[in-house]
Structures are given as C-alpha cells and as structure tokens.
C-alpha cells in the first residue's frame, strides 16, 4: 500500500510539474536576461521596445509546419513558444502598481492543447525557468503592458506583416498585434520608404546631408512620387547643408521606429558571446562530421536524398533539434542552383557533388559547404575550377582578422577567380561574368544569415568564407567545363589572434578529400531489404 500511494505521489508530482527549460545544455536564463541589459543600454531614453514571437504556419488541415521561433525573440528569452510577446522599457516604470523593467505576455498552459502538441511553460514556468518577473497572460496585453503612446518619446517594433495566416492558432498573436497597433497609431498602410526618409533627413547633420541627399536622389530613381512630399523636395533642393539642417527641423519627431530596433539587434547579434561560441563550435563540428562521413560513403548510384539523408542522420545521431536551412545536396549541373533543395536526383554519376548543410544546435546553425568527386577523384577540369575556388578560399581567411572588412575578402577570392577562369580560358580577361554570382561571407549564429552590421571585423564574430564557380550546361565556353559547380564554405571565429576556422575538421584540399573519399564508410555494412 505504501509503495502503491508513493507512486500515486511520484506521478502526480510528474504530471503537475513545471515545463523543463528547452535545451538543459543551451543557453540559460541568465545569459537571455543579460542580453536584454545589453539591448536596454543601446536604446533611447524613455523608448519601449516590443517584440512578438512568430506565427505558426500551417502546412494543411490540422497539420502545422514544425514550428520555430523568431530569432531574434529567441535571443531576448530563450522562449520557444508561438503567441507571445515581449515589451522592454529602456528605465523601469511603474506598471500595474509594481516597477518592472520588461514584460512578457504568454499562452496559457492548457492540458487538452498540450495532450496534442506538447507542453507549455505557463505563466509560473515562464517565471521558474526563464527568469521574467513579470509574466503575464496574452490575454492581459491590452489592459497590461503599459504602452500608453503619450508616455514614450520612442516605439521600437518591426513592421508587422498583414500576411499572418488568421487561424484560431494564431488568433491571440493577432489580437496582441491589433491591439498594439490601435494603441500606437501604427499606419494603416505602412509606407516604409518615407519613414526612412524621414529617418535619413532626421539623422543627417551638416557632415553627412550632402551623402543624404545622394541616397535619396538613388532612391528617388526607384520611387519617383518621393519628391510629392514638401518636406522632402526642399531637403533636397536645400542650397546648402545649413539650410538643410532648417528643412531637418521642420520634420516631425516620428515616435514609432519600424528600424532601429533591427539595427540595435544587430549590434547585439554580430558579436558572439562565449557562450554562443560554444553552441556553434558543436553545430559545425557536428556538420563537419556529416561531411567526413558522407565522403567514405559517396559512391557512383547513391541519390542526392540518400546523401542528404546520411548528413542529417549524424546530426540527430549527436542530438541536434534541427537543420538551419533546408539542406542542399547537388550532384553535376544540379549543383549550379545556388539554393538547390529538390534533392532528387537519382543515381549520381561521375561528377562533383556540391553538398551545403547545417545542423542547429540549441538554436544556432553551422553553415558549411563541400564539393566532392563521386567517383572518389576529381578529373583535370574539376580539380582545376576546385583548385581555383580554394585558393579563393583561402585568401579570405589569410585575411580574415580583427579591422579586415568583408569587401576585402570578397575582392580578393573574386581576384583570384577572375583571373583563374581567364587563364582557363572560360573567360575573357577583365570579361564580366555570372560563374560567381554571390557574395563571400555572412554572419553566422541563430539565423544562417545572421543580421550584422557590416562593420569591421571583430573579436568574437561568426562568418562564413564561401566562394564558388558554377559553370551551367551550355555556358558560353568549352563544353568540358560544363556541369561544373565548386563551393567550398566554411564557418570562421574571430579571436585576438586572428581566424579559427571552425569547420576544419571536413577536409578541403584536393587530396584531403581524395584520401578521406578512400576510407572505408560503416554503412557498407548497413544493408536494407529490397522493397518493391
Ligand atoms: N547555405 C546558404 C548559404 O550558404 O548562404
Ligand atoms: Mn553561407
Ligand atoms: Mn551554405
């Protein structure tokens, strides 16, 4: 009886307890916590910034695509949950009699909801295991959150999409949205090019309005109705900067800021923590992994799907949640579609296999690309673009340390490989081309293309090194080079010392890859029954 009343007590204890945190070995509430100290130190006096998580998206029926959530919220909470929102106050105020200095509103826990989909945090949760003060129901927005216009000098948000599917999913996220746009006078029709107008022309002073002026007459071209507004036109017809500065004070104070909260986020995103460094060492070592084995693997009959499939096998195989992009698997011609996701082609014959995958990792996604020989050898045209593309490659990283930009490590592959195809005769020297049609790098972190700001290298980013040559069927050169597609990525670390490349593990050289391609693969072993 005792033992039988002391499992009744342990199951009740099971089925009550708190919603566990998502990733025990992710970032912890702390480091989130933080972060909106970081965001609160860049924001304006007396602003308040406001963040809603994503929608669900619905794949068909009762059916809903995995859900994910918006990086950016992500980043700000460690919440992973649709339905929410979340309200930063540069200061703490005073907000239903109590001085808090964030808020975030949440779905309710819900048995019957999570019997189907799994388990909420809840308000209490919310509290416990990510640390908010101040968690309140999605319900409460309205009447909870404090935001009265008249009381901020600045409303940071994002532009919020009309598009968000309205299903009684999402209908709490658009109850939230609808009401903070009744509350902040958000435009019914959001014009976003005059808002950056205003923005620009607010922003210039008498250094930089002469380059304003040289923006807006570009962006002009592109909407010619700019020049209706009054406000505009005689900013740009200023006869001099001291005039403009007149114009400039005549502009009103806009108090909702659709940009500037993407650009603090930015700020904040594009130098990695520590801790955030750890999280993406394991998602590219583990994408390395996938890269290692797939070339002991790879041999002439295999499918781009049974390739696909081997690389995200290891990565759930090492408990990664994810893929950080859909995963490009490219065999021959195939592999000149630069965001190539079909996967389809059967039977791989004697080609390159251009293979671009990420595994996420507690939210973080490695990025990284390899360009094998099925045949286990690369012929002389192949090894010739692939040798060219390396050395791309590796310019970028020899420059690759803190003040370097990524102009400059774009322009010194793109050299290289200008150079390289004329002297293969693909091209004319000095002849443009499409063969190279990307750029070279992006930040890397919880988004692939993780937002930055552009600026200089510095210790503590994340980016990616990526050249490529892609030579399509019927290219206007030599049939041989035909089908020909190179991309060599990898993930690389700024520190003091200059670049860490973290993807080092997958081999890159020509014959690293031939002798890696020689070893014997375990799934040789791995024999399946035929099924017709
Ligand atoms: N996998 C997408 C990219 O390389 O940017
Ligand atoms: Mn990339
Ligand atoms: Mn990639």
């Not at 964030?102 to 909801?113: G, H, W, Y």
Request: net charge negative.
């Amino acid at each position: 009886m005792k033992r039988i009343i002391g499992i009744l007590f342990l199951l009740a204890v099971a089925i009550s307890s708190p919603a566990q945190s998502y990733f025990e070995d992710g970032l912890s509430s702390e480091w989130h916590s933080q972060r909106r100290d970081e965001l609160r130190k860049l924001m304006s006096p007396n602003s308040v910034a406001v963040f809603f998580n994503n929608p669900v998206k619905n794949r068909t029926n009762d059916v809903d695509y995995v859900y994910h959530p918006n990086t950016d919220f992500f980043y700000l909470t460690g919440f992973r949950e649709p339905n929410a929102a979340l309200v930063i106050f540069s200061e703490e105020r005073e907000v239903n009699g109590k001085m808090a200095d964030e808020l975030m509103f949440l779905q309710n826990r819900d048995p019957r909801a999570e019997m189907w989909n799994g388990k909420r945090l809840g308000v209490e949760g919310m509290m416990s295991e990510l640390g908010f003060e101040n968690a309140m129901l999605n319900s409460e927005f309205a009447a909870k959150s404090g935001i009265n216009l008249d009381d901020f000098d600045k409303i940071l948000t994002f532009s919020l999409s009309d598009a968000i599917e309205e299903s009684s999913t999402n209908m709490p996220l658009i109850q939230m949205m609808e009401e903070f746009k009744a509350a902040t006078a958000y435009p019914d029709k959001l014009d976003e090019v005059s808002a950056q107008v205003y923005k620009m022309i607010k922003n210039s002073d008498l250094e930089t309005s002469d380059r304003v002026v040289q923006s807006l007459k570009r962006l002009q071209r592109q909407y010619p109705d700019l020049m209706e507004d009054p406000l505009v036109s005689s900013f740009m017809n200023a006869e001099s900067p001291e005039k403009r500065m007149v114009v400039k004070e005549e502009m009103p104070d806009q108090k909702l800021d659709l940009s500037a909260l993407g650009e603090m986020m930015a700020v904040l995103r594009e130098i990695k923590t520590p801790e955030e460094i750890v999280l993406l060492k394991k998602a590219v070592k583990i994408s390395a992994v996938g890269q290692v084995e797939v070339m002991k693997a790879a041999k002439i009959g295999m499918t781009e799907r049974e390739i696909q499939g081997v690389h995200e096998f290891i990565y759930k195989r090492y408990g990664a949640e994810e893929l950080g992009y859909p995963s490009i698997v490219g065999g021959g011609n195939n592999g000149c579609i630069l965001h190539y996701i079909e996967n389809d082609k059967r039977d791989l014959t004697d080609r390159l296999l251009l293979m671009d995958l990420g595994a996420e990792w507690r939210g973080y996604t490695a990025d990284v690309t390899r360009t094998i020989p099925i045949s286990g050898k690369f012929n002389a045209e192949e090894k010739a673009i692939y040798e060219l593309v390396y050395q791309a490659q590796e310019a970028g990283i020899a420059l690759s340390k803190p003040g370097a930009t990524f102009q400059e490590i774009d322009a010194a592959g793109r050299k290289i490989i200008n150079d390289g195809l004329a002297e293969l005769g693909i091209i004319k020297k000095g002849e443009s081309h499409m063969y190279f049609p990307h750029g070279t790098s992006h930040h890397l972190g919880l988004d692939v293309h993780d937002p930055g700001t552009r600026k200089p290298l510095d210790v503590g980013m994340v980016f990616t090194i990526e050249p490529g040559i892609y030579i399509p069927e019927g290219s206007n050169c030599d049939k041989k080079w035909w089908g020909i597609a190179v991309r060599i990525e990898d993930d690389i670390l700024i520190t003091e010392s200059g670049a860490v490349n973290l993807s080092a593990d997958a081999p890159r050289t020509v014959t690293a890859i031939e002798e890696m391609m020689r070893q014997p693969s375990v799934l040789e072993e791995w024999v399946l029954p035929e099924i017709d």
